[in-house]
């Protein structure tokens, strides 16, 4: 049975390693809280940061297994993928409303994740495996009605929605290579955008600013994990931060300033939020004590 609360205020006094495994973030439409996806042992949580008053508050808190949440537009609503039987159980699309309702979007005997909502509240992107892998689905809210938007042996992931709606961002892995595409949703036309071709290179979860013009992606090579952000009418890139541990996530806040990601560190993950106009960083949910690259 699910066991829900709704802004519930966390305790100052829980122990450090409480957000070993804080992913997912995402800014909400007001700019001004981040939600993520938390897990400690058995326990999984979807909570809410109030980036002024440093409050978090639980929106889910059960023994199954979710991940990346995310506003839904229209509403206050959040859509996450997830099971309520822990990792292994069958994951489906829900609906997280403010009254701790879970509604399910999908029921179906494939597994779906990396939900993500348009500006208008209205569709729905998601990732569903099926026979020949991992690939993109539209989900139309008001009529439930969904449409494949991509097929073959390549594995999709990360749909992101452009501001205008007219675009959909992810990433796809071919064989050992990898890269950032979109797909022109009115008539399916796929364009690449960031493509990599070394077997030891990554490009995955992209992010596009509000303006259309900054993608925010992670980027892996034998160098290590890095967050980029590449300017699409230049091609120049910024690389803000380089780590050892994984770094991914990234996800644009309404006005483009700034940026909220997750990092790992040895101990676990942790929160940070990056303000593009001066390349300050700031962690919003620290790693356990004595965590490091």
Excluded: C
Aim: charged share 20%; glycine share 10%; proline share 4%.
């Amino acid at each position: 049975m699910l066991r829900l609360a709704v802004f519930i205020v966390l305790a100052t006094w829980l122990s450090p390693d409480v957000f070993a495994q804080t992913i997912h973030p995402r800014f909400l439409s007001n700019g001004e809280q981040i939600v993520f996806y938390n897990r400690t042992g058995e326990s999984a949580s979807v909570e809410i940061i109030d980036l002024e008053s440093g409050e978090h508050s639980v929106l889910l808190a059960d023994d199954g297994y979710y991940g990346n949440p995310g506003y839904i537009a229209d509403s206050e609503d959040i859509i996450l993928a997830g099971s309520t039987d822990g990792m292994r159980g069958s994951w489906e699309l829900y609906r997280l409303g403010t009254d701790a309702s879970l509604t399910a979007l999908t029921e179906t005997p494939e597994r779906e994740i990396h939900p993500s909502s348009d500006s208008d509240g209205r569709r729905i992107a998601f990732v569903r495996f099926i026979d020949t892998g991992a690939h993109l689905f539209l989900l139309d809210i008001s009529t439930n009605v969904e449409t494949q938007l991509t097929d073959g042996v390549s594995q999709h992931f990360h749909p992101k929605f452009s501001a205008d709606g007219e675009w959909l961002y992810f990433d796809r892995t071919l064989e050992e290579n990898t890269g950032i595409y979109r797909i022109r949703l009115s008539d399916g036309d796929v364009q690449p955008v960031i493509v990599m071709d070394g077997a030891d290179e990554r490009a995955t979860s992209p992010s596009l600013s509000p303006d259309g013009v900054s993608l925010a992606y992670s980027r892996r090579d034998n160098v290590g994990n890095h967050l980029v952000i590449h300017n699409l009418e230049t091609g120049h890139e910024d690389v803000p931060v380089t780590t050892l541990g994984g770094v991914g996530g990234p996800h644009w806040s309404p006005e483009g300033n700034r940026l909220v990601f997750h990092r790992q560190l040895e101990s676990g993950y942790q929160i940070e939020m990056l303000d593009v106009r001066n390349g300050e960083i700031e962690v919003l949910v620290a790693a356990p004590v004595g965590s490091g690259d």
